[in-house]
């Protein structure tokens, strides 16, 4: 009696065995199919049984694919380009991928079942990097030197601006200021656009090196607002309105009669840096276009001829603040 | 009917087999990063659960309860399974390739998936009947599904936030969500009453 369990279990066995041995004679064959590989500059040509998977067919035809999960789409190490009859890609390998080897058709070979013809192409870095292992021809003196389209490259040593002490000092006073409070990158930023009228670029590398905010975020901030610049600017900023009431008003021929006198392009520096020529959109006060603002202070109902007073104006300020 | 329906809603909600029974957890962890993986494995898991309990139940009551080999029901289940999910794998790929390419790939990692398991152990030891049988295995996977869907969206969402520390990112903030979820289906304990 005790031996009909065992007779039990090893008739189950038999019938699944029969059953899947069936299945597999009737299902999984699929003829036989030629793969084409691609790989140092010539094609190769031969014929597998369909049914396997493309890294076993390739690795017992010689081509050693690198591998470490054997065929289980965790390591994503077994990368050819499928270039005809390897199906859509799945969704395990896709992880694996960046979108351009996507488009490219590039597969893990342990995840293309071989159903038809199949043609594939083999990346030659892997041999090559393989052949200069076996040779010995890989000479570590040469380790940082590579050589491209016949010429060698190389990189330019990092050009570091020194920061003028004063500046060092004016610009610690500000970090000072700010020591131990969150979220304060843009209140320095700004702190240091008007002590210096821009960002310069020393000064941006010693705030990054006393906040420890790495130079890149420092870098997004001061380039996405339109209220910093990383090129220099003059002490006062003038702003001519060319939004759509101020320019029917007459704005451009302001701009150009500005142009003119300061003897500078839109975005430019006087020499004696006294003043910057800036365009805006609009600054709100299209109820007494044409408009222009020097610094903070707005001029409405403008006409050309009342350029030379204005700028004489600011010329004195500046005139009286350098005096005293 | 009733009696069906009791079942259904208790595999689904108060004895969710991932949340109450902490069952197939492995693919439940690996495979909740988006919903996307999530929905392709829990149509696996319906179709692979239902399908073998189907099968597992005129085994147990036509072949072994009658020898009285009732003690090798383990083994003879996980054969069946394996040699099933196997089998239907095949027959998927040669048939319908386009439900290979989004579920079929996840079915080899079901064949050692201990919901699966479970189910059918689980149908034996109620004594249900083939009827009721196809109901819970049913109700458990779409319960499954339930719970894998509930935390890959939540990781999905989390992922947008991004401030998951660095020790708990992957598998451990899946636990703890998991842990929270299984908490409030705590709350439907006295909704339906199943031995």
């Known amino acids: 009696m005790i031996f009909v369990p065992v007779l039990v279990i090893n008739l189950i066995l038999l019938v699944i065995t029969i059953l899947l041995s069936i299945a597999d004679r009737l299902l999984v064959s699929y003829g036989e199919c030629k793969i084409t590989v691609y790989h140092e500059g010539e094609s190769k040509e031969f014929s597998v049984d369909g049914g396997g998977f493309l890294l076993s067919e390739l690795t017992s035809h010689g081509y050693n694919i690198p591998s470490s999960c054997a065929g289980k789409a965790s390591c994503g190490f077994c990368k050819v380009q499928v270039q005809k009859g390897g199906g859509q890609i799945l969704p395990t390998e896709e992880i694996f991928m960046s979108r351009e080897e996507k488009l490219s058709g590039i597969r893990l070979s342990c995840q293309v079942k071989v159903k038809n013809d199949i043609d594939i192409f083999i990346p030659d870095f892997l041999t090559t990097v393989r052949g200069i292992v076996k040779n010995k021809t890989y000479d570590p003196k040469l380790r940082w030197r590579f050589i491209k389209d016949g010429q060698e490259s190389f990189v330019p040593e990092k050009r570091l601006i020194k920061l003028d002490p004063r500046d060092e000092t004016a610009v610690d006073a500000i970090l000072d200021e700010f020591e131990g409070m969150r979220g304060s990158l843009v209140p320095i930023l700004q702190r240091i656009n008007t002590t210096f009228n821009y960002l310069p670029e020393p000064v941006l590398w010693r705030t990054a090196k006393r906040l420890h905010v790495p130079m890149s975020s420092i870098y997004r901030l001061a380039t996405f607002y339109n209220a910093f610049s990383l090129e220099p600017k003059g002490k006062n900023i003038i702003k001519v309105c060319m939004g759509t009431s101020c320019y029917v008003k007459g704005g451009q021929r302001i701009l150009d009669s500005m142009q003119n006198k300061l003897g500078v392009e839109v975005g430019g520096n006087t020499e004696d840096m006294n003043f910057t020529l800036e365009t805006v959109s609009c600054i709100g006060c299209c109820g007494q276009s044409p408009v222009i603002s020097v610094n903070d202070n707005i001029y409405g109902y403008f006409k050309p001829k009342m350029i030379d007073e204005v700028l004489h104006e600011y010329c004195k300020k500046e005139l009286e603040k350098s005096q005293s | ?195």
Not at chain 2, 57 to 67: A, N, Q, R, S
Not at chain 2, 128 to 154: K, N
């Open chain 2, 1 to 195: 009917m009733t009696h069906a329906i009791t079942i259904f809603i208790a595999a689904i909600l108060t004895h969710n087999i991932a949340l109450t029974y902490l069952l197939g957890m492995c693919p439940f962890v690996s495979l909740s990063r988006s919903t996307k993986t999530a929905f392709g494995m829990s149509v696996a898991v319906i179709f692979v659960v239902t399908l073998t309990a189907a099968i597992n139940w005129p085994i147990y009551h036509l072949i072994l309860v009658p020898t009285g080999s009732k003690l090798i029901y383990y083994i003879v289940f996980i054969i069946v399974i394996a040699a099933t999910v196997q089998l239907v794998e095949m027959i998927m790929e040669r048939f319908f390739p386009h439900l290979q390419s989004a579920f079929g790939i996840f079915l080899p990692l079901i064949t050692v998936n201990c919901t699966v398991l479970a189910v059918s152990v689980l149908m034996v030891l109620r004594t249900y009947s083939y009827g009721m049988t196809l109901v819970f295995a049913f109700g458990s996977a779409v319960g499954w599904m339930l719970a894998i869907m509930i935390v890959a969206a939540i990781n999905e969402k989390l992922k947008l936030v991004g401030n998951v520390p660095k020790g708990l990112q992957g598998a451990g903030i899946i636990m703890i969500i998991a842990g929270i979820i299984a908490l409030a289906f705590l709350g439907f304990g006295g909704m339906v009453d199943v031995k």
